[in-house]
């Protein structure tokens, strides 16, 4: 399990503007595979694709996940903030300034309603961004750790404590989305309890 895991990271350790701290965020968004091995099940509508990430998990379901892979490794993965999360996506110092994670042409980085043919898709078939991370635009919206009012009220914040949540920030856009969803500008929010069969998430770990 540990190696396969493994696999899917990716080091991210520059600093930011802002304040953050060192970190490394996943190569990829997490996928079915790596759920069942670690749940046990598979959650997700689209079930007949292991490397597609695993949707229809709630952000309270990302939670319980991260607590057994951590009893499983003796690591502590988490999600990402939405800063970080940004600041990946964006490409960190090697940023290009791109409208969406790795190009101004979401159709090389993204899978999203033009294209997706209605349907989640494998991890990794787009280009990666500038820092050679995947599917940060489209296929799959991304639960973020922040609580999404708490955000607005301390944009500059990194790895807060929030609140008790009533919503969560979703990041980059979906299969099921229009471009303009997945700009990497664009922010989403649902309650910490909704599961939707195009949101999933991706891991993050302090440096």
């Given amino acids: 399990m540990g190696a396969n895991l493994r696999y899917y990271w990716a080091p ?23 759920w069942i091995e670690i749940m046990g099940f598979n959650p997700s509508y689209f079930q007949a694709c292991m490397k597609c990430p695993v949707e229809t998990v709630s952000w309270n379901d990302a939670q319980e996940f ?8 003796k690591q502590h993965y988490r999600l990402p903030t939405e800063s970080e999360w940004k600041y990946a996506a964006r490409g960190g110092q090697k940023s290009h300034g791109y409208k969406f994670s ?5 159709n090389n980085v993204g899978w999203y309603n033009k294209n997706s043919g209605k349907s989640v898709h494998p991890v990794g078939e787009k280009q990666p961004n500038e820092l050679g991370i995947h599917d940060m635009t ?5 639960w973020c750790k922040d609580d999404f009012e708490y ?13 008790p ?3 969560r920030v979703l990041l980059g856009g979906s299969w099921a989305n229009d471009y303009k969803q997945c700009l990497l500008s664009y ?3 649902k309650r910490s309890n909704g599961k939707y069969r195009n949101v999933g998430f991706r891991l993050a770990h302090n440096a």
Avoid: C, M
């Fill in 12 to 34: 991210h350790n520059k600093e930011h503007s802002v304040g953050l701290n060192d970190f490394y965020i996943s190569k990829y968004p997490v996928t079915q595979k790596i």
């Fill in 66 to 73: 991260i607590i057994k892979v951590n009893q499983i490794t």
């Fill in 102 to 106: 790795g190009s101004d042409y979401i």
């Fill in 138 to 142: 489209g296929n799959v919206w991304e």
């Fill in 151 to 163: 955000v607005d009220k301390n944009p500059v914040q990194n790895n807060a404590i929030t609140p």
């Fill in 165 to 167: 949540e009533i919503s």
């Fill in 187 to 189: 922010r989403n929010v």
